[in-house]
Structure formats: structure tokens, C-alpha cells
């Protein structure tokens, strides 16, 4: 067995410790605060990381359980509890390691898009609207909601963005422009092209990179500016994989400039990561197109590391994949700029591993440390084994053939000595079972069979 499959046998003991676990940690009365606020403040550590819950769909309910919890926190919530349900090295000892990872902001399942983009991304925006720079990045397994999410924000950003235009007399003239590429592997394809053309990505003499001939628009408005991001998202690659049935398989990145403050807003879906198990049986495109993702994936981490440590990043780095080519600008500018991180996590049991990289990248991101660990052992609810029919007394053996095949076989019971006992029962061939049935073979097979499967089932 694998540890899904050992999960799910023992699905009703983890259920019931982890509800044990909720009672005692959550208050009857807990509450988690509205979006009235958002928590990105000035001074703050130079990446922010926020984590996203999915809820459950409604069909995992059947099949899967919840292991995450959002614990409540003042004035809002940071901590996050994952339970990795598992067994020791012999299989049959239960326990669960319930893991504390701690975050700028955590989003139980049911904060909406719109309490997420308010507290996490608007202020980026609006320090965007304002002249500054911001890069936000959604990371997350396939299936955990990154696209959704990112979506949701990038059409609350673009009201955001626009409302600025009527108090700075930007009414007459361009406002602002919009590029948007996908990057497969290290190939890099214009999405506000017709036929997704592929572009170069060239080095800029300051140190950073653009994509050459990169289209790009400029909406005059909000609603446009969201068709334009609607068409784009259409136009990116998607595969059904074991995860998810439309999932991305390129990183998505926006870039916002706002024509009169000159600031820049940057949103980066990267693809969505996936384990062995999710790809094991793809094509061998397939397959190589998941390892490039991740290769990418971990070259943005090694960027985004030293940066939360404040320390030099080193400009290697910044050419180990396309992707970080064309954030070095942003990765650079952090005296100027905010960089904002949301990880998005699935509940379910089956997704344990994968969420715990994911709330491990996020700690790291963030320059965190490591997790808090405390474990629970478990004890299976004890099942008495069936008394074996050899030790039954003579009462108990007439009682079993008396109930035997709704009464079948009371003659039987009837017919058999005051002192025929289990040790007796047991001992007898089909040839006796015959004579005992008044040498009917066919009830004497029958009751020889019931017999036997009797005994087996000790």
C-alpha cells in the first residue's frame, strides 16, 4: 500500500482525530475578520507571502478528507495547520503530524476572491496607480485554484488601476498599457497576438531582459482592459492532467504600466506544479514539459530566497530560466518595489505531500525558518475476533445450527449428544455431515460447506 491508500483504509480514524483536534483548538465563537483592511503595510519584510485554502469539491467529500486547518489569529489570520495522517514503519501504528506553518495572511476556504484581492493585492495596485512597482506571483499544485484566483485579482486590479484616472486629469491620452506573454519551457509566446506568435527574449543593456516584439495594448478603460486579460487567458495552453482537467501548463505574466505615474504592476501565474504520480502516465512530452516547469519554477525560488533574507542576488541566477529573465527588473528594484507571494493549497488527504511542499516553499519564500511540529499517536478501536468453533461448548454449537440458514439445519441440533462440543464440530468430514442430515447428500454437502467457511472466518 502507499500512504493514500493507507490513508483512506483508516479514513474514519484520522476524521475522527482531526475533528477532536478542531474542537479543542478553534473556539466555538471563532471569527475571522472582514475585508475592510488589506495587510500589506510600509516597512514590512521584503516579500510578503499569503496562503490561500481551497474548499473541498463536492465530490473529494466521498472519497477524500480535509487535512488543513486555518487557525483564527488577532488582528488576522497567520497560521496554518496541516495534518499529515501516517503510519509507522510497520503499517499498523496510526498518527498524524500536525505541522504549524506560519504566513504573513492565511485564507480559510471560505474567504471569497474579492476579501483575497483587498487584502493582499489592492494596496499593490494602488501603490502601482501611484508610481511605485509591485510583482505578485501565484504558486501552487495543479488543481489548488491558482488561475482562478489570479483571474479574480487581475480583474480587480484593473478597477483599481482605472479609478485613479478621473482625479488626475488622465482623462484625454493613454492611460495604460498592457503585455502579456506565456513562457513554455524557456520558448515565449505573445498572447495579445493573433496565432500566439513566439518571441525572442533579449538582454537590455541595464541587466534585464524583454521579450522582443512584444505586443502591446492600451485599454481606455477598465472593462476593456479585462476583455483584453479575458482573451489573453484564452489563448494560454491548458492539458488535461490526473490533477486538474484544464490544467496550465505555461506560465501566464502580466505586466501593467501606467502611462502617466510611470509605475508597474506584475502578475506571474506560474504553471502549476504536479508529483510523479500526476504525470507518470503522460506522453514523453508531456512529461519533459512538467520537468521544465519545474526547473523553472525552482530558479524563481532561488531568486525570490535571497531576496527575503535581504541578501545580494547574484545575476546567474536572474539567466537560469525565461521566466526569471523577465522578472529581473522586478527582482532588482526591491528598494523601489513590493513583492507579494500567494500560495495556493489543496485540502485533500491525497494532495499531503504536495501541500506540504508548497507551505514549505511559501515559509522559505517569506524567511520564515521551518515549520512547528507536534505528533498524536492514534489507537485503532480494538475488534474482538470471533470465538474459533473448536472451543465452543455444546450449548453454543446447537445454537449456531439452529440459526444456521434460518433454521435449516434445526433436526440437526435436535439430533446431536448432550456432550457434542466444538473439538467434536470441528472434526467432522462430509460423510458424517450426510449422516447427521438423515443421508440427504445434499444438505449434508451444504451444511459441510457452511462449516468450513465458519471456521476460515476465525
Known amino acids: 500500500f502507499d500512504k493514500n491508500e493507507l490513508r483512506m483504509m483508516q479514513k474514519s480514524l484520522f476524521v475522527e482525530a482531526l475533528d477532536r483536534y478542531r474542537s479543542s483548538t478553534l473556539p466555538p465563537s471563532a471569527k475571522f475578520p472582514d475585508c475592510a483592511v ?53 503499517l499498523k501504528t496510526p498518527y498524524i503530524s500536525h505541522l504549524e506553518f506560519e504566513f504573513d495572511h492565511v485564507f480559510p476556504e471560505q474567504s471569497d476572491n474579492q476579501e483575497v484581492y483587498r487584502l493582499a493585492a489592492f494596496d499593490l495596485a494602488l501603490n502601482c496607480r501611484e508610481g511605485g512597482c509591485g510583482t505578485m506571483f501565484m504558486f501552487g499544485q495543479t488543481g489548488s485554484g491558482k488561475t482562478h484566483t489570479m483571474t ?27 503585455e502579456f506573454v506565456e513562457l513554455r519551457g524557456n520558448r515565449c509566446f505573445d498572447l495579445l497576438a493573433p ?27 477598465a472593462s476593456s482592459l479585462c476583455q483584453v486579460l479575458r482573451d489573453a487567458h484564452a489563448r494560454r495552453a491548458t492539458v488535461a492532467t490526473e490533477a486538474n482537467s484544464t490544467s496550465s501548463r505555461s506560465h501566464a505574466l502580466c505586466t501593467l504600466r ?54 545580494e542576488l547574484p545575476q546567474h541566477k536572474l539567466r537560469a530560466s525565461a521566466l526569471t529573465q523577465l522578472l529581473a527588473g522586478a527582482l532588482t528594484r526591491l528598494d523601489s518595489s513590493k ?9 485533500c488527504a491525497s494532495d499531503t505531500e504536495h501541500t ?27 475488534v474482538d475476533a470471533p470465538v474459533h468453533p473448536s472451543k465452543w461448548n455444546p450449548g453454543e454449537v446447537k445454537s449456531w445450527l439452529q440459526e444456521l440458514s434460518n433454521g435449516n439445519f434445526k433436526d440437526v441440533a435436535a439430533g446431536l449428544p448432550s456432550n457434542f462440543d466444538g473439538k467434536m464440530l470441528v472434526r467432522v468430514n462430509e460423510a458424517r455431515c450426510t449422516q447427521l442430515c438423515s443421508n440427504d447428500a445434499r444438505r449434508g454437502a451444504a451444511l459441510y460447506s457452511l462449516l468450513h467457511e465458519r471456521i476460515r472466518a476465525r
Not at 50 to 58: A, G, W
Open 356 to 382: 506540504l511542499s508548497t507551505l514549505r516553499t511559501g515559509m522559505a519564500l517569506g524567511g520564515r525558518g521551518a515549520e512547528k511540529e507536534v505528533q498524536e499517536m492514534l489507537t485503532r478501536p480494538r
Open 339 to 347: 513583492l507579494l507571494v500567494i500560495c495556493t493549497v489543496s485540502p
Open 38 to 90: 488589506c495587510t500589506l503595510r510600509p516597512g514590512q519584510a521584503p516579500v510578503q507571502v499569503f496562503v490561500r485554502k481551497r474548499p473541498l469539491k463536492q465530490e473529494e467529500y466521498l472519497e477524500d478528507f480535509d487535512v488543513l486547518t486555518a487557525l483564527p489569529g488577532q488582528p488576522f489570520p497567520t497560521r496554518l495547520a496541516l495534518h499529515n495522517c501516517l503510519f509507522k514503519a510497520d
Open 152 to 178: 479574480a485579482i487581475e480583474e480587480f486590479a484593473a478597477e483599481t488601476l482605472f479609478e485613479g484616472q478621473d482625479h488626475s486629469g488622465g482623462g484625454d491620452g493613454d492611460w495604460i498599457s498592457v
Open 195 to 221: 496565432g500566439s506568435k513566439e518571441l525572442k527574449i533579449r538582454d537590455a543593456s541595464n541587466g534585464t531582459f524583454y521579450a522582443e516584439g512584444a505586443v502591446q495594448l492600451r485599454p481606455r478603460s
Open 258 to 311: 501606467m502611462l502617466k505615474t510611470k509605475g508597474q504592476l506584475m502578475l506571474a501565474d506560474c504553471a502549476g506544479t504536479e508529483r510523479r504520480k500526476d504525470s507518470m502516465h503522460h506522453s514523453k512530452e508531456r512529461q519533459q514539459e512538467a520537468s521544465e516547469i519545474n526547473a523553472s519554477l525552482y530558479a524563481l525560488k532561488e531568486c525570490i530566497r535571497p531576496i527575503a533574507l535581504r541578501k
